[in-house]
């Protein structure tokens, strides 16, 4: 048994809420009264077939999509139409992409200094710091003045975790991650990630990545047309699944 | 069963083309007589160039007249020029009206002020070409070069003379009015595809109909209008320069294609480097001037600068409001008794300063391209 932080106790406030959120992508139904509670600390894995709306789900807990029905609150802050509430949300949640999203025009260094800059009005220098501190962390630290086209993948995707990172955010989300890796630089990321885990961050993580699940997991979630089908510990989830669906989409992508 | 090497095997160089012959000499064979048929056009085109060069450079440099004497009178006697029409060139024309070709109808005695305003434009160019000058400084040194342009066009001040506006002409006013042009453009072009892209709809919609109703009808027509319309709606006494309408009627018109260009650029960038900035927290402002037109405006370079270079010869057609630019100003010369019938040499003369100031642009942008994308390659 792997060593996990624990998690927060359920008295505290949770870090993050959804209520009953539904979304629609004109008439297509995409999130059906989807509910969830994350708590400081817990890390939550979000697998599913494609189209099921996983990664709807959490595009819309920092409002890059917008739900129409149903409360998202994130450390006390509902997601609404209002600007400052978005920038504010936005701020502690920081987002990990499947195509990583560098800026390719900027270097390593430029790239991880340019929000903390604008954003937390952090000076220079102390960004520029701040910014080779996290790329040490996930052990790039020797790329700092190349541009990411420069870089592989797997570097480029340390680069994206070390850039969100930068932010101090209190969330971390996770959309695939690995999925546009090759294998042999999958492991790379995922080490970067499990250490993260470790250090206490709240994250959620859309992945297919079953092992990584059972090492980092709290609560696994098992999304299938657009709602919330199943859930548990990674324990109960993979030894004992409940649900038909579940039984046959684990035994898809345990299979091979 | 194929052995398996233990070791890398040593990278070679590729086998040498061609039977030994210099790489020069391999490549002409290759390309230009590699077959009959590649042989035999590649003989003709060889034949027509090297006639159409004989004939330019016969015409143009060896049959040349180059000046022509005075007659009893003071003006220049075009004799010997006519006779030689069609044979060789009168550049005597170019020597004879360079001045009023390059400076209008400005005072003979002034003209080294539009010479310098030349010069000034040129340097402005050149300085900011080089991207060791791309900081905040450029902008001081593009006010105060345009400043000195001004009160050297105008006087007034400072012991000169005045100069009215009227009487300024030829390639000062198209690079006035180019310049002027582009600067202004520019930016609006920026404002109008971003607010074309906005969600709300009264911003998105006026941007749409200007850019729609200024692509749907000609520059020739937007000057007219800028030109007679326009004073129309002013209160009773107030005018506004002619030159100046003439330069808000360029920049509204290149702003409105420029600006479809640059959307394109908006559009071509993938939605991800929205979203991650997006994620980052980054505000509108900060994201779209970091992010985004950066990347957007390097897409965008070549249908720019194909605006730019449009632009410059669009200034020509000021001359429905009476404005005399470059080309006007070469269409007036050879209205002079003396000098008509050689309009070929006046618009080949001028055909060239288009030529090498448009080609420079070409040229530049590709440069731009070359180093912008420096970050693309690993």
Redesign the interface.
Known sequence: MSTKAQPASAGDRPMIELRKVNKWYGDFHVLRDVDLTVYSGQKLVVCGPSGSGKSTMIRCI???EEHQEGAIVVDGVELTNDLRNI?QV??E???V?Q?F?????LTVLENLT??PI??RKVPKKEAEESAMYFLERVRIPEQAAK?P??LSGGQQQRVAIA??LC?KPKVMLFDEPTSALDPEMIKEVLDVMVELANEGMTMICVTHEMGFARTVADNILFMDKGEIVEQGPPATFFAAPKTDRLKTFLSQILGH | MATIPQTPTVMRRPPMAGLGGSPALDWVRRNLFSTWINTAVTLLLAYLALRAIYGVVSWGLINAIWTVPLTATGTPDTKVCRELKGIGACWALISEKHRFIFFGTYPYEQHWRPLICIMLFLALYSVSAMRRFWNSNLIYIWIVGLTTIAILMWGGVFGLDYVENERWGGLVITLILATFGIAFAFPLAIALALGRRSKLPAISTFCVTYIELIRGVPLISVLFMASVMFPLFLPEGLTIDKLLRAQVGIILFTAAYLAEVIRGGLQALPNGQYEAADSLGLPYWQKIAFIILPQALRLVIPPMVNSFIGLFKDTSLVVIIGIFDLLNAAKTAIVDPAWQGFGVEAYVFVSIIYFVFCFAMSKYSQGLEQEFNKHQRR
């Open positions: 920092n409002r890059l920038e936005r701020r949640v920081g987002m992409f195509q999203n560098l800026f390719p025009h340019l929000a604008w954003v541009y086209g420069q850039r969100s932010m």
